[in-house]
């Protein structure tokens, strides 16, 4: 997967890609990412990339031309390898990071990740960006939540990480993919480690056991009951009962009408 960011803020974006799981995968070749600064598109002397907002108030608008410049320039850069079945290659898939987007969920990443391996992510700073950027070169806008940030650079990483965990081979643990995908939808239940012991507090007595098959039986349980305490709505929706266990089936019931 590659992915190209446009940012006033470039060296926001370091350590991010060079630590952990991402820097693992972009080392291994297993995703790209290149990061633009948006001011190498303007062309005045000042590298500005904002301006006044027609109709007063306060702040400044990030102006249309350098981003036009900018997405057309790297939207068309390099393009994916051909993929051998004769089709031309797609156009990058142009995203805004931006608080009036669809919000992410591990839906949308699933979905970008499948539909896309050509992303350009943009991320806007200041009161907000000249409209008439997402009417040219916007193909969707996407917010990571509903709270105020200053920018789009941290919901590009967000992104950039959930996105990463998707790519075949970068998560490396198999029992992990397969765990996640089996309790979809579900919190996770809780986790112990050494000392066995922790001011008074002990560990649950069957993961201590050896007895792997009651071990199972017991994080799914925790599973469900912690979704059931910390997120209920999760458990609103039809489709994610239907891919429960038969005992966490029976464990919800009994949740239901104690
Ligand atoms: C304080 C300015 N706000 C006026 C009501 C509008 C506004 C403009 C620009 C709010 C935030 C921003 C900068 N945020 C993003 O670019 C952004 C964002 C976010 O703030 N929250 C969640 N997801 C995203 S994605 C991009």
Redo the contacts with the bound molecule.
Sequence with gaps: MRVQVLTIFPELFGPFLRTSLVGRAVEQGLLSVEVHDLRSFSEDRHRSVDDEPYGGGG?MVMTAPVWVRAVRAVASSAPTAPTGDGEPPKRPWRV????Q?RR?DDAVVRQLADEHDDLVLL??????IDERVRELVVDE????????????????MVLIEALSRQVPGVVGLPKSVREDSFRRGLLDHPHYTRPPEVEGLAVPEVLLSGDHAAIERWRERQALRATWKKRPDLLDDPARIEELSPEQRRELERLRRP
């Design positions: 702040g805004l990071m931006s608080p987007g992410l991320c806007g700073r200041y009161e907000g806008e996407i917010s990571i939540g509903d709270y105020v940030l200053s920018g789009g650079e941290l919901p590009a």
